[in-house]
């Protein structure tokens, strides 16, 4: 008796647990549907019931709230017992139990489960539920997510998909006809919402003017609200298409937006407007975005300055720039340390340095500091010569050259020392001012300075300070600048050797001057022109004639040939103020011999001088 009762009771367990897999119902929360049940990730589900030991950091990582069931006491074989045990009971009791209807088989299934809930539920420790709970929570509020996307799906899906892709190939194949558009979005009777109207707008290979047209059609529907998610995304498809008639169609639109309600349009979207504009050349326009964020409601950043002064010098408007640095620095609103050079170098260029100064100044507070080339730049242009409003064009402005010339040696002193020995053009401009100005004393002083830390100046800076200290008078210090240029090896050349000459000779120092002469023509062997005028001139200055047409004899045996103004200067001053005419026409026949061509004027005078004479020694003869 107890063999097939027991063997009743097993046959009884597995009928039992085959009716619940096969007729048990998938357990769906209310919260989710079911296209996101669906999307679970299956392999989380398998680990859970593959997992042998659920500690508590498992079950903390785990999406899914663990089933008591799963935590019972009882291993599988015990609990197969168990139930066998308990369907032996029932045999006995009556055979009508064991063959019973469906129901009843659930009905046990469910009362089994709770059984076992309840015996596997003493296991749990006051740590485990409080996670299992908190796992559940935060479950609820993913399937809350879950039903809220899946009500933006069926929002979208509002719209029958043939509608949406008729719209979508009239406005790709659509010309510029607005008005037949709107009467043709009108028939096919579309559900309006952000993102149905997103969706079209960045829909790719639609023109430009079909979008706005879609836009002022959906702006008249009183179902429609506009957002800023909808006006970034018109904005973003129209600025890539750089088209100069859509990027003032769509200022016209945004304006119209941006009146009707304050803070609906953003900044990046103004700043994409302002950007377009400066790419198609249209500096006025960016300039009219710019000054619009206080009436929009909108608020300016770093970009916003950028792209309107980027705009602005590209149509040379420096003026208008200026003021929008000032704002820009006013306001603290510095871009990246590219983009500051790139402004100090648009400033540079329109002749605005002070104001680019004003922008590195601000800049080298807030710690950003632009590229070394525009830093060259702006000291460049900073020492760059500036010619007065007066009579005079080549008279220099002295006082304005002195307070930039300034600001450009204080920005010599934020170079460092590595930097310093590739900052030979900066350093030279500064020297090539102050020698311009006549503060011969400050260059020296930084030529000095560059000789100690660097960079080493080379024969082009020696030269613009010696030719700067003859100037003004002082050759002996131009010649100590001299012998230090040979004592570091460089050797002086035929410029350097006629400006010390010409500063001899405009101090009435001949002796000296021919001293330099006779040095040059050793290390030398071709001198240059200037120097042999710079001679002439000065002994025709003291009338030494014969010294002056000897050498420009001599000029011929160091190749270097007279031209016809040495030739002119020279002949004039024998007429002049020697008032020897045989010279000067020994000279004029001489030039022919050269297949040089004195002018009219000069062989007038030649004769002029000579028939005053000749009456002359005429007048002595007959009074004689």
Avoid at 387 to 414: F, G, H, Q
Avoid at 520 to 533: G, N
Avoid at 606 to 621: D, Y
């Amino acid at each position: 008796m107890w063999r097939p009762s027991s063997l009743l009771a097993r046959r009884s367990f597995f009928s039992k647990k085959t009716a619940a897999q096969k007729f048990r119902a998938t357990v769906f929360h209310s919260q989710v549907p079911n296209s996101e049940f669906l999307n679970l990730s299956v392999p989380r589900i398998e680990f859970l019931f593959h997992k042998s030991d659920f500690s508590t950091w498992e079950c903390g990582k785990s999406n899914f709230c663990p089933n008591p069931r799963f935590f019972s006491s009882n291993s599988s074989e015990d609990y197969e017992e168990e139930l066998a045990e308990s369907s032996v009971l029932e045999v006995n009791e009556g055979s009508n139990e064991v063959s019973g209807s469906a129901d009843n088989v659930f009905d046990e299934s469910t009362s089994s489960i709770s059984s076992e809930f309840e015996a596997g539920s003493s296991i749990f420790n006051d740590g485990l539920a409080a996670e299992i709970d908190d796992n559940s929570v935060r479950l609820d509020e993913k399937f809350d997510s879950f039903a809220t996307e899946d009500e933006n799906i069926e929002k979208m899906e509002e719209n029958d998909m043939e509608k949406v892709q008729s719209l979508l190939s009239l406005l790709q194949s659509s010309g510029t006809a607005d008005r037949s558009l709107e009467e043709d979005f009108e028939k096919m009777g579309l559900i309006l919402n952000d993102d149905f109207v997103v969706m079209v707008l960045e829909t790719p290979y639609v023109p430009g003017e079909s979008l706005i047209g879609f836009f002022r059609w959906v702006l008249k529907k009183s179902e429609f609200k506009v957002t800023m998610r909808v006006i970034d995304a018109l904005v973003s498809a129209i600025c890539k298409a750089n088209r100069k008639r859509e990027a003032y169609a769509l200022w016209d639109l945004v304006q119209e937006v941006g009146e009707k309600e304050s803070g609906i349009l953003s900044t990046g979207s103004l700043n994409q407007l302002i950007a377009l504009f400066s790419r198609l050349g249209k500096g006025k326009a960016a300039l009219d975005v710019f000054n619009k964020f206080g009436d929009f409601g909108s608020i300016t950043n770093a970009d916003t300055y950028y792209f309107t002064v980027e705009a602005l010098c590209k149509r040379s408007f420096f003026d208008w720039a200026c003021s929008i640095c000032e704002k820009m620095v006013h306001e603290d609103k510095l871009s990246s340390s590219e983009r500051v050079g790139k402004i100090i170098s648009h400033l540079c260029r329109g002749s605005k340095a002070k104001d680019a100064h004003s922008v590195y100044l601000s800049a080298k507070d807030k710690k950003i500091y632009p590229p070394r080339s525009s830093v060259n730049f702006l000291i460049s242009s900073l020492c760059r010569l500036r010619a007065n409003d007066k009579e005079t064009p080549t008279e220099i402005d002295k006082e304005t050259d002195r307070e930039t010339v300034s600001l450009a040696l204080e920005m010599l002193k934020d170079y460092t020392r590595e930097d310093r020995m590739y900052a030979i053009k900066p350093f030279s401009s500064v020297i090539r001012k102050l020698c311009w100005i006549e503060d011969v004393e400050r260059a020296k002083t930084l030529l000095l300075e560059m000789i100690d830390v660097g960079p080493p100046p080379g024969n082009a800076i020696f030269n613009t300070v010696i030719n700067g200290l003859a100037k003004v008078g002082d050759v002996d210090e131009a010649m100590k600048i001299m012998r230090l240029m040979e004592s570091r090896g460089l050797k002086p050349d035929v410029y350097t050797y006629s400006v010390i000459m010409s500063g001899y000779a405009k101090g009435g120092s001949m002796e000296e001057a021919c001293k330099i002469f006779d040095e040059a023509k050793k290390k030398h062997s071709r001198l240059s022109p200037v120097t042999y005028h710079t001679l002439i001139r000065g002994f025709c200055k003291l009338e030494q004639y014969d010294a002056a047409v000897n050498l420009l004899r001599e000029m011929k045996d160091y190749g270097v040939h007279p031209n016809h103004d040495e030739y002119n200067k020279l002949i004039k001053s024998l007429c002049l103020k020697a008032l020897d005419w045989e010279t000067a026409e020994k000279l004029r026949e001489e030039m022919k011999e050269n297949g040089l061509i004195l002018n009219g004027r000069t062989t007038a005078l030649i004769n002029a001088v000579k028939e005053l004479q000749e009456g002359t020694s005429q007048e002595v003869t007959a009074a004689a």
